[in-house]
């Protein structure tokens, strides 16, 4: 039985093709598209999968889409009602959007899948699990539990914004609900907005700026005004915003700006200035909130269903200092959290969903989970590769194993070079997991800095984070259980810290520039690192590659962050990643067995040349 998942038209759409329980493949259509976040229907993912299975669109036995449009209409409907005369620019742009077309989103879904392939009829159901059911059954249905406590949390499905359910064994069952306005997503994304970033992208970029505030009595007094102005939060973990001071739900902007502005006492941040403190500060006010209230959300769920799990999906489980609060609670014995928290997600949730609970399927547990190591997309032959270094003649040297290749490599890495990493399937969800990663020396105290500024081309305070052997992780963090998707924070060992005099003091690049560890690439101002811990079983070519690293320096531990540049979405071709190697400068590129040096590639136009060609895939 082939179901197939699909995520559009908000923001990070994506395909995932199941066959019976199995994962075949999923993947987001940015990645295709090369347009971060694309909301389009996800027709490049769904071809990709549909190929990759050797399979057409009539083999497919049911079509499951993320949400109920219905319902999302009926809150956006209600929501104009009760906010009259707010919200008319806003009720212009969206109404007619969704009654020419996402009021009619079945047929639109037949008529993107008759661009595919023949589809003459539509002799399948096609489904619409609620929001938070596709979230819930993404972690849960993905986990290695029997049964679980699941909570989802994000800015907002069709209304519900929270959510405790449990899961046991083909069933999920909803316990609690927090409804629109009130969402815990949505305040984070209000201050994301305030910060100078753009909402439903930048908000790891505050989570990232939150360690650098200065001044914690400041800290305290935002926060404050977070607690009791702006929103008030219960024991239970439910909040109440305080609607006086947000314009999402009526208007295009997030908050009321003079109203934020008198309370606060600093205006919204105008994008890409400079990142004064009080911003900083406001950060790590709005992160300690937050962190509380999931604290709170996981305590409850603990109180409502007794279970010895919890999953966590929604894009804010994708808060990994949040997450990391849950973990060093010790509530739960084991936490999953769905490593596709967002709505790309969502498309792996609706397929799950239906064929545990629509089709009523038993389940059985994998004690590895499903996702495979989130390895889940396209990956390049040799044959494509030659090809293409014939057609641009591109140099490359290819080694006759693959000891070999970790060898080398391992060997230009420990003098310092950055090396384009590319290396089988390509990772569904927003972390590179050492498939399409930029990597890097940990030690080099300048290394943040050259990769930030010259490679990123992003914002210097930005952290990077560490992969390291499983078996050694406990020996530089403070970590005691397997952590493969980059989704907690952990502190770094007290042998590896070096004091830092006056924390609090001087510019943010100051304090970026500060030396805190033996592994300062990786190591936050305030000691901690998001750790990807790289195990033998799920990804034997990135294990193999750190243990001759740790062969040559004795350090298990390398950069390893995403293959991609600010603005743009991580690699997917290797077309894509080889102009992003030739457009930085990365020293190497990686695929399969294949190096290119960028001292013996061609001096052509590369910029006009890939603007020249239209996507095809390797």
């Known amino acids: 039985m082939y179901i197939l998942g699909i995520s559009a038209y908000y923001h990070d759409s994506a395909a995932t093709l199941l066959y019976n329980d199995k994962i075949v493949a999923a993947a987001q ?3 295709f598209t090369r347009i971060k976040h694309d909301a389009s229907f996800p027709v490049n993912a769904i071809k990709y999968c549909l190929e990759f299975s050797h399979i057409s669109i009539s083999d497919i ?6 949400d109920k449009p219905f319902l999302k209409f009926e809150r956006l409907i209600e929501t104009y009602t009760n906010n009259v005369p707010k919200g008319l620019s806003s009720f212009l742009k969206a109404v007619p959007v969704w009654t020419k077309e996402k009021l009619f989103l079945k047929k639109i879904i037949c008529d993107e899948l008759k661009k595919i392939g023949d589809l003459k009829k539509i002799d399948v159901p096609i489904l619409f699990p609620e929001h938070h059911l596709s979230h819930a059954a993404s972690a849960f249905f993905a986990s290695p539990f029997h049964t679980s406590a699941i ?5 907002v499905g069709e209304w519900a914004t929270t959510t405790i359910a449990f899961g046991e064994s083909n069933k999920i069952t909803t316990l609690k609900e927090l409804h629109f306005p009130h969402s815990v997503g949505l305040l984070y994304s209000a201050v994301t907005y305030y910060c100078g970033f753009k ?12 360690p650098y505030a200065a001044d914690d009595d400041e800290v305290k007094r935002l926060e404050k005004i977070i607690n009791s102005v702006f929103c008030t939060a219960y024991p239970d973990g439910s909040i109440e915003l305080n609607q006086s001071y947000f314009t999402y739900a009526s208007g295009l902007r997030m908050v009321n700006d003079k109203k934020w502005t008198a309370c606060l006492g600093f205006p919204p941040r105008k994008p890409e200035s400079e990142i004064d403190p009080c911003y900083c500060n406001l950060a790590l006010a709005v992160q300690r909130f937050i962190n509380r209230v999931m604290l709170s959300l996981a305590t409850q769920a603990k109180k409502l269903t007794g279970a010895d799990h919890i999953c966590l999906a929604g894009g804010v489980a994708l808060n990994c200092v949040a997450n990391s609060e849950i973990l060093e609670s010790n509530l739960f014995k084991k936490i999953f959290v769905q490593p596709a928290a967002g709505d790309a997600g969502g498309s792996l949730g ?3 969903a239906t064929y545990y609970i629509y089709f009523g399927k038993e389940r059985t547990v994998q004690e590895n989970n499903i996702m495979q190591g989130c390895l889940l ?4 032959s040799d044959i494509a590769i030659e090809k293409f270094g014939g057609k641009h003649k591109a140099a490359y040297y290819k080694f006759e194993t693959g000891e070999q290749m970790t060898n080398h490599v391992a060997e230009l890495l420990s003098e310092g070079k950055v090396v384009g990493w590319f290396q089988g399937r390509m990772e569904f969800g927003p972390r590179a997991l ?13 290394m943040q800095k050259k990769l930030n500024l010259k490679i990123k081309a992003r914002e210097s305070f930005r952290p990077f984070a560490p992969a390291v052997l499983e078996e050694n992780a406990g020996d530089y963090f403070e970590i005691n259980s397997p952590s493969p998707f980059m989704l907690f924070t952990y502190p770094v060992r007290q042998s590896i810290k070096k004091p830092i005099a006056n924390p609090g003091k001087g510019s943010l690049q100051d304090r970026v520039n ?10 936050h101002i305030d000691y901690s690192a998001r750790v990807q811990t790289v195990s033998k079983a799920d990804n034997e070519l990135f294990w193999n590659l750190l243990q001759a690293f740790k062969n040559i320096t004795g350090i298990p531990v390398l950069i390893n962050t995403s293959f991609n540049r600010r603005g743009e979405p991580i690699v997917c071709s290797l077309k894509d990643a080889y102009f992003c190697f030739m457009e930085t400068d990365m020293d190497f590129l990686v695929v399969g067995n294949y190096l290119f040096d960028k001292k013996t590639q061609p001096t052509a136009n590369l910029k006009d040349y890939k603007k020249s060609e239209s996507f095809t895939p390797d």
Do not use: C, Q
């Open 29 to 31: 259509e940015e990645r």
């Open 61 to 66: 036995k049911a079509i499951a889409f993320y």
């Open 151 to 155: 909570l989802v949390a994000d800015g």
């Open 199 to 210: 909402v439903n992208s930048g908000e790891y970029k505050l989570m990232g700026l939150s």
């Open 350 to 352: 609706a397929a799950l």
């Open 377 to 380: 997309g396209p990956a390049v």
């Open 434 to 446: 050492g498939a399409r990663s930029i990597l890097a020396d940990a030690r080099s105290p300048d």
């Open 514 to 523: 500060m030396l805190r560890s033996s592994l300062p690439a990786i190591t």
